[in-house]
């Protein structure tokens, strides 16, 4: 009898649960369906779901149309840059919290969480002109230092907890048998710290190359990223869905496969630790 | 010795971090404050004069200033509402027994690694154009009129597209705190008796109380920015009604060029943002004493 009930539970919450996880990723699906389809097909009413000629020249056009590729280099140049080196800057600052904290140390914590509170439209001003009078505007560069510093705090908040992680007596041992800081920093502590050091990047990877609002603003053409691209699909004479499906399609399809590997990271980096 | 060069460096390889963090902290907010008190605007370069609190009185008494807090306050409040009940209802499912739940894990997630600007385009399009849109064919096919989004309801249509890019964040929260909560406890409840009713209201949800204010809070300081998704869908129109204040100030300041109440606008979203984070850095800070 028990058995039953829970065999048709199981039966009931696995038909719920499909159709609200089909339903959420539909939008995406549609997408993907049509950047496959003609642009007429795209358009057309009534739509069809599967049956229609499938063609992949939507992937050319882009490329040859718009320069796909000079926009998606700037996104990995963008987010690759800012991760890298908001990781140099990151590791010592929270390598140092972690194992010699003071008693500021907490306090050192919110108040780098506290920066990353700060709304980017309240500083939006005063960085557009500076970046206008030192020739920041649509570079590389640029863009690259303010999604570094705007990441920061996250990055530093995640490998803090991460390290925290660390059993001390391991360094202890090291200590003992006299290992200097900067060999118990390579030889003891790093091997630990990959798995850390790799989330992290991972999180704030996908961070990067989805932000939208430091890159609309601050960049038009030769720095401008992916999400200023897929922007440019916009303005109302081109309706091209097709296309930007397809532009879409290859804009997220990196970020949306790491994203899937990084989703027990993603809770902990973006609750600062508050969520386990 | 050991302990005192271990001081030094520790505070070493602390400072870049700290410096920088300090100084992206400090310069630009002064500069915002400084701007705002100077009639400036960019088409009228070298005019600049100090006007006090002029630009503020003329941001705070400017009608778009009204209409575009109450827009900000009714985005946020709505995707915090929808986000929130969907994301307690999606989460209690994937807790149950279901076959393949990190296959719809995957795919519930989705959405939250889309780039702002590719969900509000495909929504925008594929979805919800008033004559080739999906949503269209299907409200046509039922015999009803087709809703035009973005002109009849284009608020409702922002608070829709932003809400499934936020109902992943707050299911997968969600659901990791379900997951934490003790299997016994619920257990004994349902022992003692308890349906599930009162099992959700008396174990499930108490327990659920922290990890909701913390997406509570966290959503609300990316919500009080939402600014992709104006920008390639509505600009903010129809007339002021999807004009939140983060694209107000963005109108003002790099299309109408007025940098002082720009800045005086800019000073007003870091006040708001401020009330909230007291409150998230406190929770937060609590949390790293345990």
């Not at chain 2, 594929?126 to 002109?151: C, E, K, Q, Y």
Request: net charge neutral; charged share 10%; aromatic share 12%.
């Amino acid at each position: 009898m028990a058995r039953i009930a829970t065999r048709r539970q199981v039966a009931i919450s696995t038909a719920a649960a499909w159709l609200a996880g089909f339903l959420i990723f539909f939008p995406i699906l549609w997408m993907v369906l049509a950047s496959f389809k003609t642009e007429l097909e795209a358009f057309a009413i009534p739509p069809s779901f599967l049956f229609f000629h499938w063609t992949t020249e939507n992937y050319a056009t882009v490329q040859e149309r718009s320069d796909y590729l000079h926009h998606a280099l700037n996104s990995i140049i963008i987010a690759g840059g800012s991760t890298l080196i908001a990781m140099l800057i990151a590791v010592p600052a929270a390598w140092s919290m972690a194992f010699s904290p003071t008693k500021r140390t907490k306090d050192l914590l919110l108040w780098m969480l506290s920066t990353k509170m700060m709304p980017p439209v309240g500083v939006l001003v005063p960085i557009y002109l500076i970046w206008r009078d030192v020739g920041l505007l649509d570079s590389l560069s640029g863009l690259v230092f303010i999604l570094c510093l705007g990441n920061l705090p996250i990055v530093v908040w995640m490998l803090f907890t991460y390290f925290k992680e660390i059993p001390r007596d391991i360094l202890e041992a090291a200590r003992m048998d006299g290992a200097t800081i900067g060999r118990e920093l390579v030889y003891v502590l790093t091997p630990m710290a990959v798995p850390g050091l790799a989330s992290t990047m991972l999180l704030n990877l996908i961070l990067a190359w989805n932000e939208a609002f430091w890159t609309l603003n601050l960049s038009t053409l030769n720095a401008a990223p992916l999400t200023v691209f897929i922007a440019s699909y916009s303005s109302p004479e081109g309706l091209f869905w097709a296309k930007l499906s397809a532009a879409s399609t290859l804009a997220i399809a990196p970020i949306l496969v790491l994203g899937w590997f990084s989703q027990r990271q993603l809770v902990r980096g973006l609750t600062f630790g508050a969520v386990k | 010795m050991a302990t005192r060069q271990t001081q030094i460096l520790a505070r070493t390889l602390l400072t870049p971090a700290v410096g920088l963090l300090f100084v992206w902290m400090i310069v630009p907010l002064a500069l915002t404050i400084y701007f705002a008190t100077l009639h400036y605007n960019l088409l009228d370069a070298g005019s600049e004069q100090f006007v006090g609190f002029e630009n503020f009185r003329y941001f705070l008494t400017d009608p778009a200033f009204l209409a575009s807090l109450e827009n900000t306050l009714v985005l946020v409040g709505s995707v915090l509402l929808l986000t929130v009940v969907l994301g307690i209802l999606l989460a209690l499912l994937l807790d149950q027994p279901v076959i393949g739940r990190s296959i719809v894990r995957l795919m519930v997630i989705a959405p939250f690694f889309v780039m702002p600007t590719v969900s509000a385009l495909v929504w925008k399009n594929l979805l919800m154009h008033p004559v080739s849109g999906l949503l269209a064919w299907i409200t046509r096919s039922f015999g009803l009129t087709p809703i035009d989004w973005f002109n009849d309801v284009p608020m409702l249509a922002i608070i829709l597209i932003v809400s499934w890019q936020w109902l992943p964040f707050a299911t997968l929260i969600l659901l990791t705190a379900l997951q934490s909560l003790d299997e016994e406890q619920k257990e004994a409840a349902e022992m003692d008796g308890a349906g599930a009713l009162s099992t959700f209201t008396y174990i499930t949800l108490p327990h659920l109380a922290r990890p909701i204010t913390v997406v509570i809070l966290i959503e609300t300081i990316f919500l009080l920015t939402v600014f992709a998704e104006i920008f390639v869908t509505t600009g903010g129109g129809p007339g002021l009604q999807t004009t939140n204040i983060a694209f107000l100030i963005y109108s003002q300041a790099l299309i109408q060029y007025d940098v002082g109440s720009a800045s005086a606008g800019g000073l007003v979203a870091v006040v708001l943002a401020n009330i909230v984070a007291f409150f998230l850095v406190r929770i937060v800070g609590r949390n790293l004493e345990a």
